[in-house]
């Protein structure tokens, strides 16, 4: 299939310059890591990177989304329902994964490492030197460490003229909620202070709003 990816909530906010880095960084490694906090946007952030790429360069033959689970074995039963293979009874899923990626040139998008590093580091090794053509999106709080990766930081949505960014985030999600907040006046310094108050942390402004 062509691809296997949620789909995007919308356009990202906020992230023109990560965004930017990070198709670039994509060019020039077969490994890029986003990095940050949990309720930075680095998920978000990454799928916006995996699709501007695929826009950008029709050769891709798929992107595949595997997101590790915060409980049990973040292997196997991972890495055989993204690829729909079949499980056999020991056998190396590895290899099995390797072989069906061969030299296509897939993005493989792998979110949530934090939750199994060791596994997701491993895996990320093993598929890059079994499969030429791959490329991989890793997500997590720190960089996986293997060599030839590239690891770009994702923090809050700061810097900006009266936190624009991270205000547009909670009128767009508040308004998606009720629309009929969009006729009401708008407390712009409320708006602001909330901002201020939460940082400009995305998921925690999402809940806010």
């Known amino acids: 299939r062509p691809a296997v990816l949620p789909t995007e909530p919308g356009p990202i906010v ?9 198709s670039r ?8 890591t986003l990095c940050g906090p949990d309720g930075s946007g680095r998920a978000r952030l990454a799928l916006a990177v995996a699709n501007a790429a695929r826009q950008a ?5 798929s992107a595949w989304w595997v997101r590790l689970p915060a409980l049990g074995d973040p292997g196997i039963p ?17 290899t099995a994964l390797a072989a069906r990626i061969a ?14 590093p060791t596994a997701a580091a491993t895996l990320a090794h093993d598929l890059l030197h079994a499969c030429p053509n791959l490329h991989i999106i890793a997500t997590g709080r720190s960089p996986l460490g293997l060599a030839g990766e590239a690891a770009l930081a994702v923090g809050p949505l700061t810097g900006t003229v009266d936190h624009a960014d991270a205000a547009k985030i909670v009128c767009d999600r508040a308004f998606t909620a009720d629309p009929s907040q969009r006729t009401q006046p708008l407390n712009a310094g409320a708006l602001v202070a ?9 998921l925690a402004l999402e809940v806010a709003a």
């Open 194 to 202: 909330l901002c201020r108050q939460l940082a400009g942390w995305p």
């Open 25 to 32: 960084l994509l060019t020039t490694t077969r490994l890029l």
């Open 14 to 22: 906020g992230r023109t310059r990560e965004l930017a880095e990070a």
């Open 78 to 94: 991972a890495r055989v329902a993204a690829f729909k293979l079949t499980a056999t009874p020991g056998a190396d899923a590895t």
């Open 57 to 61: 360069d029709q050769l891709w033959a």
């Open 103 to 116: 030299a296509r040139r897939i993005l493989l998008l792998l979110e949530d490492c934090q939750h199994a």
